[in-house]
C-alpha cells in the first residue's frame, strides 16, 4: 500500500466522521432563536469533538509525510486509531443528550484517553519502521505524554464533576491547538536530504 492511500483512506474515514456528528444536531420544529437554547448541549460536545477530529486531522497529516515504507503493522496501528476516533460520534451525540452526565463524560474522557493511546502507538510504529528523524523532531513530546494525565484526571473526577471534566478535556484541545512546525519542517529537511542524496548519485563518476 502506498503512503498516498494510506492518507486518502484515513482522511475519508475522518470526514465522515465529522458528518455523522453534525447529523446529530437536531433540527428544532419552532423557528425562533429560542428553540435553539434546547441544542446547546448537543452543539457544545459537537464543537468540543469537531475541534478533536480536526486536531488529529492535522497532526496525522503531518505524520504520514515521514512515512517513506507503509508496512503491515503502519496499517493496523492506524486502523486502531481511527477505530477509537470512529466512536467520537457516539460519545459526543449521548454526552449532549444527557446535558453532559457524569456517565457520559467518562466514556468521552475514555474514548478520548484510548485515541491518545493509539495516536502514539502509531507514531512509534511509523519511527521504527525508518523514520528516526521523527523521533528527534518531537524530542521529549510533553505534550503527547502529558495528554493520557490530564484524561485519566478528567474520568476520575467526572463521577463528582463533569463540569470540571470537560473543563479538563477542553484545556488539552486548547493545548494541542497550537501549532507545532516540528514534524513537518523534519519531514522537509529529510526530503531535502533525500534529493540531494540523489543528484550525487546521479552525478557520472
Not at 15 to 41: D, E, K
Not at 141 to 168: C, H, M, N, R
Not at 182 to 188: D, K, L, N, P, Y
Request: hydrophobic letters at 50%.
Amino acid at each position: 500500500m502506498s503512503r498516498s492511500r494510506l492518507e486518502a483512506f484515513s482522511d475519508g474515514v475522518l470526514a465522515i466522521i465529522i458528518t455523522i456528528m453534525v447529523l446529530n444536531l437536531r433540527i428544532p420544529n419552532q423557528g425562533s432563536f429560542r428553540a435553539l437554547a434546547p441544542l446547546y448541549p448537543v452543539f457544545g460536545s459537537y464543537v468540543l469533538s469537531f475541534i478533536y477530529v480536526a486536531i488529529y486531522w492535522g497532526n496525522h497529516h503531518n505524520m504520514i509525510h515521514a512515512v517513506k515504507r507503509v508496512s503491515g503493522k503502519m496499517i493496523w496501528t492506524n486502523m486502531h486509531l481511527l477505530f477509537w476516533i470512529s466512536l467520537f460520534p457516539f460519545c459526543t451525540g449521548w454526552m449532549g443528550e444527557n446535558h453532559f452526565a457524569s456517565a457520559p463524560t467518562a466514556l468521552y474522557g475514555v474514548v478520548l484517553l484510548m485515541a491518545s493511546i493509539a495516536y502514539m502507538m502509531l507514531q512509534r510504529t511509523i519511527i521504527s519502521a525508518d523514520a528516526e528523524f521523527l523521533k528527534r523532531a518531537l524530542g521529549r513530546d510533553w505534550k503527547g505524554k502529558l495528554s493520557p494525565l490530564f484524561y485519566v484526571a478528567g474520568i476520575v473526577v467526572s463521577p463528582w464533576s463533569s463540569e470540571a471534566a470537560q473543563t479538563v478535556y477542553g484545556l488539552v484541545a486548547i493545548l494541542w491547538l497550537i501549532p507545532d512546525r516540528r514534524i513537518a519542517r523534519a519531514v522537509e529537511r529529510e526530503r531535502r536530504r533525500e534529493r540531494a542524496l540523489e543528484k550525487m548519485n546521479e552525478k557520472p563518476t
